[in-house]
């Protein structure tokens, strides 16, 4: 009888033991994610406790003033920065948006698709410093160029496509090609498959491409420094007042709170909007 006891007891007590490794591990990866977030957003917040600190270099959030900001309000340099930020924001995420769609349908349409999609996001493993000044050479060495907003589209363009396309590509591939098939056995015009069957599955992939596009265009600097010409985007503007003007870095601060205030929720807002499914 003791030994039935014991042999019952054996499987009991290793079920036991992967519970408590379970629970261990799944403490442990509670621990890095809380971590990684804290990393993440209490820089953000403190940065927005400064903006409102009289001595933001300091460290000390108090005394708080609101200085830095009448400052920065009164200050109107910085509004072509941001204008040409969100214009050519908007210009790299509208191209990716169709150049990954019309590139991810001929890729998957490749018997072969691997070695194209390795040559379209090898530009992700090139450092932007080299990226930049390989473009500055080609440009305005070789070509003799005069540098501009066109320069830093190609610079952004360049960062931003290979994100978008492989963002449009991991939706495509999950696209079922029987729904085209059966369309055009239904007698459907090709413009009329892609836009009534094609693009509203894809509207994901290629929406969130176009985020991305406009987050890394907005906020890149690398490449913008070697293409710029006379042109100065948003990035350019807070590095050369933070690095040349150190009195003005309080107003950077106040600055770089407000776009955060802008960009978080809308950006919130419409991934909310775009990838939410409504209860059942």
């Known amino acids: 009888m003791s030994t039935i006891v014991q042999a019952e007891s054996v499987p009991a007590t ?22 990684a977030l804290a990393l ?6 403190w940065l927005g406790i400064m903006s409102v600190s009289a001595e933001p270099l300091s460290g000390r959030p108090y005394p708080m003033t609101f200085n830095h900001y009448e400052l920065l309000f009164a200050n109107t340099n910085w509004h072509a920065p941001f204008l040409n930020s969100i214009l050519l924001g908007l210009t790299v995420s509208v191209a990716c948006m169709i150049c990954g769609t019309f590139v991810a349908r001929s890729i998957v349409a ?10 379209a996001v090898l530009p992700l493993f090139v450092p932007g410093l080299t990226i930049g000044a390989a473009l500055f050479v080609l440009l305005r060495t070789v070509l003799d160029l005069r ?6 589209f190609i610079a952004h363009m360049v960062w931003a ?27 459907a015009k090709p413009f009329r498959r892609f836009v ?12 969130g491409a176009g985020i991305f596009s406009f ?11 070697f293409l710029r010409g006379t042109e100065t985007t948003m990035p350019i503007y807070n590095w050369a007042m933070a690095s040349a003007q150190q009195s003005q870095v309080p107003i950077v601060f106040s600055l770089s709170t407000l776009i955060l205030l802008v960009t978080l929720p809308t950006m919130a807002a419409i ?10």
């Open 14 to 35: 290793r079920i036991s033991r992967r519970n408590n490794q379970g629970n261990a591990w799944s403490r442990i990866a509670r621990f890095c994610g809380f971590f």
């Open 40 to 45: 993440i957003y209490i820089p953000v917040v």
């Open 110 to 119: 490749l018997a072969r698709p691997g070695p194209v999609v390795m040559m």
């Open 147 to 152: 540098l501009g907003f066109w320069s830093l």
């Open 161 to 187: 496509f290979p994100f978008a396309l492989l963002l449009i590509l991991i939706v495509m591939l999950r696209f079922d090609r029987r729904l085209i098939q059966a369309a055009e056995d239904l007698g």
């Open 196 to 207: 009534d069957i094609e693009l509203p599955l894809l509207m994901p992939g290629v929406s």
């Open 215 to 225: 987050l890394l265009s907005f906020n890149e600097l690398l490449r913008s420094t």
């Open 271 to 280: 991934f909310l909007f775009l990838f939410a499914r409504p209860k059942a």
